[in-house]
């Protein structure tokens, strides 16, 4: 981590960027697999359950940091979890509100976003040692990287196993869904593959960057 | 345990102030999110509630051709009750702009390949046959199962599916049953899609078991749903 040992209140891109990029939620720590790998056989649900852990992110961070005074250290996992609970509930009544047809197809995994280890780890490493406006922006930026990955697995699986996207064939009549890819296996598949592509970037730019030091020093 | 135990041999007079802390921590942030559920829950619920109307209608008008109008009943042990209240068979009766009686709907479950499919079929009285079929829930294997919803040449099974009544109004005449692909004959028979034999089967055996109770049941009522004015 590079926030000092007293949180500094300095805000810059990195604040932000952090969960799109460096500290992606899914393709760098691993987190949230759960629904990762169960609504992303489409791209719209990928979309939808995206959002909605976005908003519980951004607003149990919102609360996490401006109670986090008043939360002593030994209940705070207890806090946490009701207030993440509640604007799960929240999600869960409007969604059901907005299409009862998302709702089917996200079926559990709406109330699931209460035990996403990616908020409570938000809320525990960062809302809660971080003024309002800072942990508001870097929980922005964590929902964000994960809607992203979502969606890169979501579209995939889409394209690959139903010809389309966003419900929208692409491929027209000629084309032979691979049908394994929007069952669960093909969520192991894909997430693999961008996993692979992630960590190939990762290495070629270290050795690029060791290349670079070894030249420069000779 | 072992890193619980230490906390709780401690007995400093500070632990006596953060444990009101604790409660006051709990309780404040319990009734604040108590207070924030009820709010959207108090918002929201009709919404839901017109959706899920919208839903059941939308549903009932597909698998009753013709109708455009919709009113609930449900089938008890004696008779007809309206409404949604009586324990019974719920059914939906379907109507046509000029209040004739053009069908009914009704729920039918069974345990399909992955978990149970639920449908809402619906009967036309007039020609003692299943008019339609709808799903409602299922998980069947997409591409293979998921077929029994959108497959034309299965779906074809259910534009007069023989259900009659036998002559003493007691119980089918013929049961449904779901034959391999390609060898149907009779009325009364589903044509399985090749390569979802179990989907289809389940298919075939809610109908039976749906049609076996509700269809002798409502025989001797079925006046009822003609006469009754909006």
């Known amino acids: 981590m590079t926030t000092p040992k007293r949180p500094s209140d300095t805000i810059n891109l990195d604040t932000f960027l952090e969960g799109v990029w460096r500290d992606n939620p899914v393709f760098v720590m691993l987190l949230g697999m759960c629904p990762v790998l169960a609504v992303t056989n489409t791209s719209m649900n990928a979309l939808a359950m995206g959002l909605a852990t976005t908003f519980v992110l951004l607003a149990s961070s919102a609360l996490v940091s401006l109670l986090r005074g008043f939360i002593p250290k030994q209940v705070r996992i207890a806090c946490y979890i009701v207030i993440i609970a509640t604007f799960v509930t929240i999600v869960d009544y409007t969604i059901q509100a907005i299409s009862l047809d998302l709702y089917n197809a996200l079926g559990?995994?709406?109330?699931?976003?209460?035990?996403?280890?990616?908020?409570?780890?938000?809320?525990?490493?960062?809302?809660?040692?971080?003024?309002?406006?800072?942990?508001?922006?870097?929980?922005?930026?964590?929902?964000?990287?994960?809607?992203?990955?979502?969606?890169?697995?979501?579209?995939?699986?889409?394209?690959?196993?139903?010809?389309?996207?966003?419900?929208?064939?692409?491929?027209?009549?000629q084309f032979e869904p691979w049908v394994v890819m929007i069952l669960p296996p093909g969520g192991f598949f894909v997430l693999g593959a961008w996993l692979l592509l992630f960590a190939w970037i990762k290495q070629r730019k270290a050795t690029k960057g060791k290349q670079g030091e070894t030249v420069h020093a000779t | 345990m072992s890193e619980n135990a230490p906390t709780d041999v401690e007995p400093p007079a500070a632990a006596r102030g953060s444990s009101l802390a604790m409660i006051r921590a709990?309780?404040?942030?319990?009734?604040?999110?108590?207070?924030?559920?009820?709010?959207?829950?108090?918002?929201?619920?009709?919404?839901?509630?017109?959706?899920?109307?919208?839903?059941?209608?939308?549903?009932?008008?597909?698998?009753v051709p013709g109708a455009v109008d919709r009113r609930d009943f449900v089938v008890t042990e004696t008779g007809l009750e309206p409404g949604q209240q009586a324990t019974g068979i719920q059914i939906y009766a379907g109507y046509d702009g000029d209040g004739a009686l053009k069908g009914i709907a009704a729920e039918a479950a069974a345990r399909g390949y992955q978990d149970v499919i639920r449908i809402l079929y619906g009967y036309n009285p007039g020609c003692e046959c299943i008019t339609g079929i709808s799903i409602l829930q299922s998980t069947e294997t997409p591409g293979l199962g998921d077929k029994i919803g959108t497959d034309p040449a299965f779906l074809a099974n259910f534009d007069a599916l023989d259900a009659r009544l036998n002559d003493t109004r007691s119980a089918l005449r013929n049961a449904i049953v779901t034959v391999k692909h390609g060898t149907k004959t009779q009325r009364w028979q589903i044509d399985a899609i090749s390569g979802a034999t179990i989907s289809s089967k389940a298919i075939g055996k809610m109908l039976d078991d749906s049609t076996r109770t509700l269809l002798p049941r409502l025989a001797p009522h079925i006046s009822q749903l003609k006469v009754t004015e909006p």
Do not use: D, W
Not at chain 1, 130 to 154: D, E, P, Q, W, Y
């Open chain 1, 108 to 173: 559990a995994f709406i109330q699931l976003i209460v035990v996403n280890c990616m908020i409570l780890g938000r809320a525990e490493s960062y809302a809660s040692k971080h003024r309002l406006g800072k942990s508001l922006i870097n929980a922005a930026g964590m929902g964000v990287g994960f809607t992203f990955a979502l969606l890169c697995l979501g579209t995939v699986r889409e394209l690959l196993g139903a010809g389309s996207l966003f419900g929208i064939p692409v491929f027209g009549e």
């Open chain 2, 26 to 63: 709990l309780g404040v942030i319990a009734m604040l999110s108590g207070v924030l559920v009820v709010l959207v829950y108090q918002i929201t619920q009709p919404m839901i509630a017109e959706n899920k109307r919208l839903a059941i209608e939308r549903a009932v008008f597909r698998v």
